[in-house]
């Protein structure tokens, strides 16, 4: 399981520096690096054995069985279309690779060292010499080229947009050099060490920006060995894995096989847990948590739970708002939609109490803004004063809330006020504008029965408003053709997280990438751009990060792009008895890679 791919942010720990000459003018000097951290130095020194989340004795072997719903139809990821197998992640390894217990610091993968220009116009990396694609052949820079050209030519247009102008050729020594078109973007230099890397000459001989109907040759530690198109895909560890016993690899990729299950949706898939078809669940619905984890698979301890609390970033979850959508367009609107969602009722009946609500896009980091803006907030926010909502510079953003008993009516009357402003009003029961007569009314575009049980409250409150809410569920194929095309007014679908404000916000939130699948709500906006702009200039300048961070917090809250849904800190797992863990778990995630099967040469 890879922590970054090509787009995401990595800086570095230079080791030492050397002089360079060309013709003419000076050049910059060149400074020679193993490992790279966005800020100070890696946790984990040059000649590290293993990371501190793993055991680096964990036994090898043994089948693990997981779950994924829905369907799929190829096995290429990167595909413009199409929906790949669950594992996908495992095909391929990247030029370097990350820790799961610090920020951003990366580690030597297939590229055994870097090197890079002091000014950060060009970064070179030199290819591992026993690294081969999972047919034993080498896996040579040539490989590498190859792969940053896929992306950039046939890949997401994101990445073409993120990466123009930057080229790479190949040197001798089996290393390749990335110019950038201008020097000083070293965030940018050094997210090209995330580079995932294809074989050639498997790819060379497929197009990459289609689906791929057949497994492909990976360079990752699991291969596919068994597949039945959208209902099953197992995984087998490759015997030869060249990099099994680098330090990032020690301890991980512990299983022989990996078998993912296709059930049509949640409500069978946990049925299945309970009898034993695959081997670990988390669970993010609490009332199945407190309900349905129960019988005697639990009771003789066959299958183990655990709540386990962590401070890691929280995503925001929402329904989201496609304002390309003219019912959307006005903030007043999105503004007064926030209001028929009673948190307080759901979190009381639906979720025991056990949700906090989100009101940030930053949840649980110190880049989430609370109060008022400070001087240096402040003085980030007045070149674009005019730009963004008001109550950014006059009011802490916080999502309505209710005394749960699911009597809404004084939202209703705050929701009203904006509606009339924003020219809608009550005709005979039904919320209609002022100048057409047409009724509001919008889709709410879902997959899961999940979401179904949340939206439910949120649009019996507003057909009591005169508003018309339609639930459309579809299956996941459907739902991601539908997300790349933004044919959607609303989704049950928010923003992931991040543990800092990074240049991934680009993806969201600049007009540059209007055409992402990131860009949930269709934004286009002069002032978020400026603040985008502006954090990915500091990325080295933690104050200033922490100041801007918070300043874009506070103008997307105040522009009510979501209706903002709920969080937890803890994860809820249950897992087969069979299965063991470290006695550490990694800072910023469950960690199943690390796990095993306690006696592997008796199972299956």
């Not at 609500?357 to 109060?371: D, E, H, I, K, L």
Request: proline content about 6%.
């Amino acid at each position: 399981m890879k922590k970054r791919c090509f787009v995401f942010c990595m800086v570095l720990s230079g080791l030492c520096s050397l002089s360079a000459q060309s013709s003419g003018t000076e050049a910059p000097k060149s400074i020679r690096a193993v490992s790279i951290s966005l800020r100070g130095t890696p946790k984990y020194p040059p000649g590290f054995t293993h990371f501190d989340y793993v055991n680096p004795d964990a036994p090898k072997g043994g089948s693990l069985t997981l779950h994924a719903i829905g369907t799929y139809d190829n096995f290429h990821r990167y595909a413009l279309r199409g929906s790949c197998a669950a594992g996908y992640e495992y095909f391929y390894d990247s030029l370097m690779t990350g820790s799961y217990d610090e920020d951003d610091a990366f580690y030597p993968l297939i590229a055994e060292s870097l090197e890079y220009a002091e000014d950060y116009s060009s970064i070179t990396f030199s290819i591992h010499p026993a690294a081969t694609d999972q047919e034993g052949e080498p896996l040579t820079a040539e490989d590498v080229a190859f792969s940053f050209n896929a992306f950039y030519e046939k890949g997401v247009p994101q990445f073409r947009t993120y990466y123009a102008g930057v080229t790479v050729r190949v040197l001798p020594g089996n290393r390749v050099r990335f110019d950038l078109p201008e020097p000083g973007d070293k965030e940018k230099m050094l997210s090209l060490a995330g580079t995932t890397v294809f074989p050639k000459r498997f790819w060379s001989q497929h197009d990459f920006s289609e689906p791929l109907v057949i497994p492909p040759l990976g360079t990752g530690a699991y291969r596919v060995k068994d597949y039945k198109m959208g209902q099953y895909v197992i995984l087998e560890r490759v015997k030869d894995y060249w990099a099994a016993d680098l330090p990032v690899n020690q301890g991980q990729y512990n299983f022989d096989t990996i078998r993912y299950d296709y059930y049509r949706d949640d409500t069978i898939a946990l049925e299945a847990f309970k009898s034993g078809e695959y081997d670990i669940r988390s669970e993010s619905d609490i009332e199945k948590w407190t309900t349905q984890y129960t019988g005697s698979v639990f009771t003789s301890g066959q299958i183990l739970k655990e709540e386990i609390p962590h401070q890691i970033p929280r995503p925001m979850s929402a329904f989201n708002l496609n304002i390309q959508r003219p019912v959307f367009q006005d903030r007043r609107v999105r503004m007064a939609l926030n209001y028929f969602l009673d948190f307080e009722w759901i979190n009381k009946n639906l979720f025991y109490n056990q949700y906090t609500r989100t009101r940030s896009y930053f949840q649980n980091t110190p880049y989430a803004a609370t109060g008022l803006p400070s001087a240096e907030e402040r003085a980030v926010l007045e070149p674009i004063r005019d730009q963004i909502p008001p109550e950014v510079f006059t009011k802490a953003y916080n999502p309505p809330v209710t005394d749960g008993s699911g009597f809404i009516r004084p939202q209703m009357r705050e929701a009203m006020v904006l509606f009339n402003e924003a020219g809608w009003e009550l005709r005979q029961g039904k919320l209609v504008h002022t100048a057409s007569g047409e009724q509001m009314r919008f889709e709410l575009l879902i997959y899961s029965p999940s979401s179904e049980k949340i939206a439910i409250p949120l649009q019996r409150n507003l057909a009591r408003f005169g508003i018309a809410m339609h639930i459309r569920m579809v299956d996941v194929s459907q739902f991601v053709n539908r997300l790349r095309s933004r044919d959607y007014d609303m989704l049950d679908r928010g923003f992931s997280a991040e543990s800092y404000p990074s240049s991934n916000l680009a993806l969201a939130w600049h007009s540059d990438y209007m055409d992402s699948t990131y860009n949930l709500a269709g934004v286009r906006d002069p002032a978020l751009n400026y603040l985008v702009e502006g954090i990915i200039a500091r990325q080295e300048d933690e104050a200033a990060l922490l100041a801007w961070g918070r300043a874009l917090d506070r103008v997307l809250t105040w522009n009510h792009y979501v209706i903002p849904q709920w969080h937890t800190s803890q994860f809820r797992v249950a897992y087969n008895r069979k299965l063991a863990k470290p006695a550490v778990r990694p800072k910023y995630a469950l960690g199943l890679h690390t796990w095993w099967l306690i006696n592997p040469s008796g199972s299956s």
